[in-house]
């Protein structure tokens, strides 16, 4: 019999553990990465400094492509790694070798971001007001921190609060990445990205599954701030918000979507959703906001379509490790850390099919299709003006619905009802397992490069709060995280969520 869980009936609990866990670990990969490591992050932070500094897009600059812009920053920020830090690319170079000056004289410098919406620079750069230094840098990486953990403990405290699905709460788990994690920690809207998504992909699951009836005017306030937040934060936002509310709708079904769309305060959420999507959409198109720079593998002369759609479709294994754990685009992480996330979002992919009913199996089939389409597509489409650019964490916000979507069919299902506890257990390891492994090759790689000891507590390179302190913090928080998670999916529901609950049979095994 599941115990009823004191954590749960006070969900302010919930949404400060998970929070405080959240950001622990995010803290962990902020100090063990070195300044400016973190992708494109050089680009980001003369963004967000300018932007500080009364420069919301800055100048068009001669002779480049729109992508491009031109914007005053301290040479703090503009010459500490440009164009890479030194060891970039050079995976056996420890991050000893980068020496950032403290020069606080303001200097043009080029970012190829300068066009991007500018809520998550606003949200991040203020440390930059107070202080021109390093200890700045650190600030706006634990500025980054916090929002993004905010979203993540909102994203937990929805399930616990709203939802009889605990098996989501695995699926989250699953969702959060050592990649995610790690584009958290540093200055790149990539973190906040995901973790608003994570976020809109929980909260809509439960409204549209569980509470699409009578929907707590919460749940409705936390699922159009993720959207709005969402839209507002990559130029592909947009197109990702609106993706996963179409699977989302489909998995509802229309008529109670047009029954949740007459309620007066669905209609305010979905209003005040709808104008910052058409604020992001004006501002990508007047900004040029989705403009590139050529960057990536170029297209041959007389190269066809077909062998261009076949480069990128062909890129999906390289995508798929960046997405699971590849920091710096150089460093990977351990076999074992792809096989826990391999084997973790498969088994959760194939039970769902298996125990769904065809509709639903059908919608989650539709998401495996766009998710492995979608980037394919857009590699296409500009692939001949800027080359082969996709990264797998630009497919992130879409993809971790997959690991989501699947937990809750599989919640709605009676096949799975006896194995949930152990799949968690067994899941919930691994997973573990496999991110700390993921930090521990990260940090050592920074510390004393890849080629180096095992023993990297005293290498050349030693992050803030030195490497012992932080592997063992990352690994406490880490398996803290877990075990809240585990605690909270073994527990009984509250009140509000097994009454609120549409009613509706549990479906069988196997049903159509």
Not at 73 to 96: H, N
Not at 261 to 268: C, E, I, Y
Not at 276 to 302: E, K, M, N, Y
Not at 458 to 469: F, K
Request: proline share 7%; glycine share 8%.
């Amino acid at each position: 019999m599941k115990r009823i869980s004191v954590v749960s009936a006070k969900p302010w609990r919930v949404f400060a553990t998970a929070f405080a866990l959240a950001f622990l670990m995010m803290l962990a990969w902020s100090l063990a990465t070195p300044l400016f490591a973190g992708p494109d992050e050089t680009a980001h932070v003369d963004r967000t400094v300018s932007l500080w500094r009364g420069q919301v897009v800055g100048w068009t600059m001669h002779g480049r492509s729109d992508a491009w812009t031109a914007v005053n920053a301290p040479r703090l920020y503009s010459d500490g790694a440009m164009p890479f830090p030194c060891f970039a690319f050079k995976d056996t170079v420890p991050a000893s070798c980068e020496h950032i000056g403290h020069s606080r004289a303001v200097v043009p410098v080029a970012t190829y971001v300068g066009r991007y919406p500018p809520l998550y620079y606003a949200a991040v750069g203020w440390p930059s007001a107070a202080t021109t230094s390093t200890a700045g840098l650190y600030l706006m990486r634990f500025v980054s921190d916090l929002v993004s953990a905010l979203f993540v403990a909102l994203a937990v405290a929805v399930v616990v609060v709203w939802s009889k699905s605990r098996l989501l709460l695995l699926g989250i788990l699953v969702a959060l990445t050592p990649t995610a994690l790690y584009c958290a920690s540093v200055v790149n809207p990539s973190g906040l990205e995901i973790s608003a998504a994570l976020c809109l992909w929980c909260s809509g699951l439960v409204l549209a599954l569980e509470r699409i009836d009578d929907p707590p005017r919460g749940l409705i306030v936390i699922m159009a701030t993720s959207i709005c937040v969402l839209v507002l934060t990559r130029p592909l936002s947009p197109l990702w918000a609106a993706l996963i509310l179409v699977v989302v709708a489909l998995l509802a079904g229309p008529r109670p979507v047009l029954r949740l769309l007459g309620r007066r305060d669905v209609r305010w959420a979905a209003l005040v959703a709808l104008a910052a999507t058409a604020f992001a959409i004006v501002w990508l198109f007047t900004q040029h906001a989705l403009d590139v720079p050529p960057s990536g593998a170029q297209v041959t002369p007389g190269e066809t379509g077909g062998q261009i759609f076949a480069t990128a479709f062909g890129s999906w294994g390289f995508w798929f490790h960046q997405m699971v754990g590849t920091f710096g685009d150089d460093t990977a992480s351990p076999l074992l850390t792809y096989v826990s996330w391999s084997v973790a979002s498969g088994a959760l992919l194939l039970l769902a099919l298996a125990c769904s009913r065809l509709r639903r199996a059908f919608v989650l089939g539709l998401l495996v299709v766009l998710v492995v389409f979608v980037p394919v597509l857009v590699e296409y489409a500009r692939a001949r003006s800027v080359g082969f650019i996709w990264d797998g964490r630009y497919t992130i916000p879409l993809a971790i619905g997959i690991p989501l979507v699947a937990a809750v069919l599989i919640d709605h299902s009676t096949a799975m009802t006896s194995m949930r506890s152990r799949l968690t257990v067994v899941l919930g390891v691994g997973i573990t397992l496999g991110s700390f492994l993921a930090f521990a090759e990260a940090l050592r790689r920074y510390t004393v490069g890849v080629t180096g000891p095992l023993d990297y507590f005293h290498g050349p390179w030693s992050p803030p709060w030195g490497a012992l302190t932080l592997t063992l913090g990352y690994l406490a928080g880490s398996a803290l995280f877990t075990a809240f998670l585990w605690y909270l999916a073994t527990t009984e529901p509250p009140t509000a969520a097994r009454k609120g609950a549409r009613t509706q049979p549990t479906e069988p095994a196997f049903a159509l």
